[in-house]
Every structure is written in C-alpha cells, then in structure tokens.
C-alpha cells in the first residue's frame, strides 16, 4: 500500500483577510442595500458604473488577482473567495463574474502581450469591464465552443453565437474563446452584436453574442488558450461557489434573526423544536459549504497541494445544492412574507438557482468527482464499490 502523502496544514483565514472581509462588508452595507440592488436591477445598465470604478480604485476588490507589476495586488484565492463571499452576500450588481471570475483569470493565465497588459490594468481600476464569451453550462470542454477562428495574426476573424453570456452586455472588452485548424484560441475583440437576453436572476444580466466576421486580436493557442481558458473556468466556479456560501450565510442571518422576533402562541417561532432543528441545519450546511469553498480556492493557490478540478468540483456541488435548499429553506421558514416581492428573500432565492446552472449542475460536478475519484482509482487500498 502506498505511503500516505504529507499535505501541509490548511490555510487560516489572516488578519489582512479579516479586515478585507470587514472593509468589503462595510462598503455593502452603505453602498449595496436592498434599496440600491432594486434599483439597479430594474436600471438600463444593471449596475452603477461610479459605484463598479469605487470598488476598482478604493477597495482595490477587483484587482487581487491582477499581478502587482501590472497595477494589482497580486493576491492570492482565498483573498477572492472572501471577497466573492461578501459581494454575494450584498447580491452586488456588476459584472464580477464577467469580469473578476472569468476575464481577469483568463488574462493572467495568459503570456504576457500588448493587449493583455493594457486591459488587465484597466480591469483591475474598474475603468474598463469585460466577459468571457464561451459556453459556460458545463464544467470546461475544450471542443464545446461554437465560435470558429479563420486568419491568422491581425488577420484573425471570428465568427459564431453564445448564448447566455454573463455581463457581456456590460463589457468594454469580450475575451472568446474560439476554435482554429491549429487548436482552441483566446481573443479579444470589441466589435460584437450583443443581445440582452432574459434571466430568472434580475441581478446579473445575460447576452447573447454574435459574432459575424468581426476582427480580434490573439492573446493565446493552442497549449496556452487551452491553460488561460481552463484557469478561468476553475477560477470562476470557485469564485461562484464563494458567492453562493455568502448567499447561504446572510439568508441564514436573515432566517434566525426572523425567528427570534416572528411570535406565534405569544412567544417566538425559533424557541420551537421544528425552527431550531432547521436552522441548525441551514448553519451545518453553510459551515460546510464555506469549507469546500475555501479549499478550492486553497487549492487552486498551490496546486501541488491537492487536485484542483477534483477541489472546485466538490466546492461546485456542495455549495450550488447549499445555496439553493438555504435559499428555499428562507422562504418556508418567512411564511408568508417569504413570498412577497417586498421581501428580499425571492432575489436570494433567483440568483441561487441562477447560480446553481451557471457554470454546471450539482450533478455535472458529481460525475467529475466521481470520473477522478472512482473511474481513475488504481492500487491497494482502493474501497470496492457495488456496479450491480
């Protein structure tokens, strides 16, 4: 039997990130109220562009992942998914997965060039947004894209739709990922008809991307577009896995502080039997669901430490089933309140649902577990598992 391997301690969450969460927290509170998220989201562009370049060049939220040498701070994960945790909590809108979960991730992953050390300071400011035009309702698959590339060097065209693109219709710059005779490319191109499409989640916009022979500029191929392309996928699950266990965590909050005052027999619901067993189990759920976050990111950090896909794709499962039977469980536990457009809890509740097919279903996320877990299992030691 193998020797077991030796894996450092797991990461503990520093006073720097503490304060980041604090400072993030703070900002919400005055700046991303249930007020606020209302407007916006019935707003032309869904989101508030002053607000989006604050949270750039204030808090410097948007430019962790940025390198330093290219005007960011050089971050690490976990610094995102605490970053990613809060804003999902304040249902922030702006084009944070377009832009920090996916563009950015794809851009430093990149080699290093003209266009991508121009964009990547102007992202990290909040200046400039940006989208990933790819097929995003799968864990990645290199040959799913359905945008083909022709020509080469300034002669690059591209051509193809996407439907249901996040924050593409906020963009400044769409990063596509295409394929070419030579392997899958990453280019950026700012001539696109994009389209608003509808989404169940008011609070993050969609598009559909047309692209009709427009010219790009090539930041990666072949072995480099398919790394850059596959460190935005993994990045942008474990960023939404972190925003779904601040949606967890707040609704949570909401729930048991509803329960404390919410009187039913003249005293409150939470002192009875059947509301403290579910709120016991929303809280076991989130703790659970934060760690699976935390790990994958973690893990993506260093990924000597642990198989990073196998670590986003636990973080996946756990936390879009969380943040959905959480969202759920809010709802029941309000009664009839729950239910009104007045109350916050229906946007809760859309944007988990919307999260839990964005990038790949609970079940899709299984089947990876279980292809690297089981499938690829080899050696003594390995459990034996019933096929009849």
């Known amino acids: 039997m193998a020797e077991p391997r030796e894996f450092p301690a797991e990461f503990t969450v520093s006073s720097e990130q503490h304060e980041l969460r604090a400072g993030l927290r703070r900002f919400c509170e005055r700046q991303s109220d249930e007020a606020t998220v209302r407007r916006l989201m019935e707003s032309d562009e869904g989101y508030d562009r002053a607000l989006w370049t604050r949270l750039g060049s204030e808090l410097g939220a948007l430019a962790l992942a940025v390198p330093e040498e290219l005007g960011g701070a050089g971050a690490g994960m976990v610094d995102q998914a605490v970053a990613a945790e809060e804003l999902g909590a304040a249902l922030f809108c702006g084009p944070l997965l377009g832009t920090v979960g996916l563009a950015i991730p794809a851009l430093v992953a990149a080699p290093p060039g003209a266009a991508r050390d121009e964009l990547l300071p102007a992202l990290a400011d909040g200046t400039r947004t940006a989208a990933l035009v790819a097929p995003l309702f799968a864990p990645y698959d290199g040959s799913a894209t359905t945008v083909a590339a022709s020509g080469a060097g300034a002669r690059t065209t591209l051509s193809g739709t996407v439907d249901q693109v996040p924050d593409a219709a906020a963009a400044d710059a769409l990063l596509v990922v295409a394929s070419s005779p030579d392997g899958p490319i990453l280019a950026l191109t700012e001539s696109a008809e994009v389209t608003p499409r509808g989404s169940l ?5 969609h598009a559909r991307v047309t692209l009709d022979g427009v010219t790009a500029r090539v930041l990666a191929t072949g072995d480099d577009a398919d790394r850059a392309i596959r460190a935005a996928y ?7 896995a972190a925003e779904q266990v601040g949606i967890a965590q707040h609704l949570l909050d909401l729930t048991v502080a509803y329960a404390k005052e919410r009187l039913q027999f003249g005293r409150p619901i939470g002192s009875f039997q059947a509301v ?8 076991v759920a989130t703790e659970h669901a934060r760690t699976t976050a935390l790990h994958a990111a973690w893990t993506l ?7 990073p896909e196998l670590a986003v794709a636990m973080a996946q499962a756990t936390c879009s089933e969380t943040g959905y039977r959480v969202a759920a469980d809010t709802i029941q536990m309000h009664g009839g309140i729950g239910f009104t457009w007045e109350h916050p809890a229906h946007l809760y509740y859309k944007r ?16 990876v577990v279980a292809a690297r877990v089981l499938d690829a299992a080899t050696g003594a030691g390995v459990p034996v598992v019933a096929t009849g």
């Open 201 to 205: 989640d008011l609070t993050r916009r």
């Open 234 to 240: 993994l990045t942008g699950a474990t960023l939404l």
């Open 276 to 283: 403290k067993h579910r709120c016991a189990d929303m809280l």
């Open 301 to 307: 950090s260093d990924p000597s430490l642990d198989d």
């Open 352 to 367: 988990a649902v919307a999260d839990a097919a964005l990038l790949g279903s609970a079940e899709a996320y299984r089947d």
